[in-house]
């Protein structure tokens, strides 16, 4: 192989790598505001479902095991029903994306489950409806997890018990304690208007 059919070999790579990389630049760009939108409507979506009928308003971004994530204002006929954040619990095999609607007192009505990665037939038992219904009523005290049969707090799954902390100890327990903290008590202004 002589240097002219080397540098013909590097020529051809290049030029095809070039296309490819126009082909690619081409593709993302009119994807992403696809993605972005779809995105947008699963939030939306997400949101409704918690609190049915009201209009969300995003109040501010947060941070938590370094993930982003948002909170917002629930409002009926203009008056505050409640609040809604996005949290995280860092489960057995993932990060649990948490979405929790409480009421003007931030006790918990609903919550649900946006994303994770845990053990099928095990941690994924987070996103069944028995699990998340105990949810609702309980204050910020009252979101601990035991492993004997309770009402008053949460019950672990059998066989899932790092998982329910995850959703039950970090997710709902660190959210509701944010938004007590930032609307309640008007503290962490600088969190609060992060990236707005």
Do not use: C
């Not at 240097?3 to 095809?16: H, S, W, Y």
């Not at 099928?120 to 997890?145: A, C, R």
């Not at 049969?149 to 998982?163: C, F, K, P």
């Amino acid at each position: 192989m002589t240097g002219k059919d080397i540098l013909k070999i590097t020529i051809n790579l290049v030029i095809v790598y070039l296309i490819g990389g126009f082909i690619l630049a081409f593709v993302y760009a009119n994807a992403s505001p696809k993605i972005f939108r779809n995105n947008e409507k699963a939030e939306q979506d997400a949101l409704k479902l918690l609190i049915p009928g009201a209009d969300f308003t995003k109040l501010g971004d947060w941070t938590i095991h370094d993930k982003h994530a948002k909170y917002f204002e629930a409002k009926k006929n203009g008056e505050t029903v409640g609040y809604v954040v996005q949290s995280f619990g860092k489960g057995y095999s993932s990060y649990i994306n948490t979405f929790i609607a409480v009421d003007k007192n931030f006790i918990v009505q609903k919550i649900n489950i946006l994303g994770h990665g845990e053990t099928p037939g095990l941690g994924d038992e987070i996103e069944t409806d028995s699990f998340k219904d105990q949810f609702k009523g309980k204050d910020v005290d009252h979101l601990k997890v035991l492993k004997t049969e309770t009402t008053e707090y949460i019950q672990a799954l059998s066989g899932a018990t790092i998982s329910t902390r995850a959703v039950s100890e970090d997710a709902v327990k660190n959210g509701v304690a944010f938004l007590i903290k930032t609307i309640k008590e008007g503290g962490n202004k600088d969190v609060q208007h992060q990236h707005n």
